[in-house]
């Protein structure tokens, strides 16, 4: 199978990568993350720690890591519409924190609505661009509470 795109090609602007390092532990980078996210407009439908899963199913040792399952109800209306529903499958829209060591935590998240378009399942015309901007704007607010905190 050839890919439609050239991942090497891509830059983390391109798929609206975020990243921010939090100094304090996990579970409190969790609810710092979930309330930044909160203040910027996100309510969380899903949330799991895949760390805690797989350590149970398959003895991992893996270090702790929190996935955020964010979503903005209008957003998701519009992009679904947008999409003719087929953006839906990438929902929602994750944002993990996973801990470096004791103390420092990653907080992480890639654009759904970026890479939807970039791979085709949503549109690229300037509906689709109103909603990443938007979205893309939401998630700035997003980052930049996690700092002001």
């Known amino acids: ?10 830059d983390g602007d391109d798929v609206g990568e975020e990243r921010a390092t939090l100094r304090m532990s996990h579970e409190e980078a969790i609810e710092h993350v979930r309330e930044a996210f909160s203040d910027a407009g996100f309510g969380f439908p899903a949330e799991f720690s895949p760390s805690d899963l ?7 040792d893996r270090d702790p890591y929190y996935a955020l399952g964010a979503c903005n109800p209008r957003m998701a209306d519009r992009v679904l ?3 003719d529903n087929r953006l839906g499958a990438l929902f929602p829209c994750n944002v993990v924190i996973w801990e ?3 103390g ?3 907080v992480y998240h890639v654009s759904i609505m970026r890479i939807g378009r970039l791979v085709g399942l949503a549109p690229d015309d ?6 990443v901007a938007e979205t893309g704007e939401m998630v700035d607010e997003a980052f930049s509470n996690l700092d002001a905190a």
Not at 1 to 10: S, Y
């Open 81 to 83: 519409t947008a999409s």
């Open 126 to 131: 300037d509906e689709m661009r109103e909603i």
């Open 54 to 60: 797989l350590n149970e199913k398959v003895d991992a």
């Open 100 to 102: 470096e060591e004791p």
């Open 1 to 10: 199978m050839t890919l439609p795109i050239d991942p090497a090609a891509l």
């Open 104 to 106: 420092v935590q990653t």
